[in-house]
């Protein structure tokens, strides 16, 4: 029960942030946001740790959490490396894949094509992330793997909330589609150009998307 609390309060503080209803800065009261979400303070404790997890917070000793916006230009840096990082993992994987590995990513995107004919966004990222790991691994480079897992876990939120633009699920469903035919067809530059601008599109959507949030409220 905990676990679903602090997810679901999760979602609702990236919201509030996304909207500009906790701007940058500002301090999360773990007290006033039990109150607020009708919970105790271990979930409310739980989602501020997994904000920190992606940078959305920060943590001070003796201070507390406190709300941390990175600005337009530090996200599309992220999604920009982001991109570089998934196209590496891709060319690699295109000659290391095993046949396995090919059958899970092929189940991933049927769970995918599952949860965009729900309409579901949020249930479509949790298999669009399973998917996008399958391909690190793939990559069979240890080190690049854990990087790229690594800005994924920063990203998270923004590569969430994008989902929600209108025909984004749609479109991602396509480009997953051509980047498991180029891995199958080994070819190597076309999964990376593939990924890359799987990835860059959704830097570049959930800018606008920011913009737009921040100027309904």
Known sequence: MTIRSADRITKELEHLVFTGEL??????????????????????????????????????????A????PGPVELMEMFEAMAEL??????????????????????ANDKCQAALDQGDP?????????????IYKASGNGFLEQEAQKLHRRLKPFRRVQLHLRGRMKQSMCEHRDIVTALIDGDGDRVANT??????????KFHHLMTNLKSDT
């Open 23 to 64: 701007g940058d800065g500002e301090r999360l009261d773990e007290i006033k946001l039990a109150k607020r979400f009708g919970v105790s303070r271990t979930p409310v404790r739980e989602a501020i740790q997994k904000l920190a997890t992606s940078g959305l917070v920060t943590q001070e000793p003796r201070r507390g």
């Open 195 to 204: 990924l890359r601008d799987h990835i860059a599109i959704q830097g570049e």
């Open 86 to 107: 998934e196209a590496s993992c891709g060319r690699l994987a295109a000659s290391r894949v095993s046949d396995d590995a090919l059958v899970q990513l092929q189940i």
């Open 122 to 134: 949020d249930l479509y990222y949790q298999e669009n992330e399973h998917f996008h790991h399958l």
């Open 66 to 69: 406190f709300v941390r916006q």
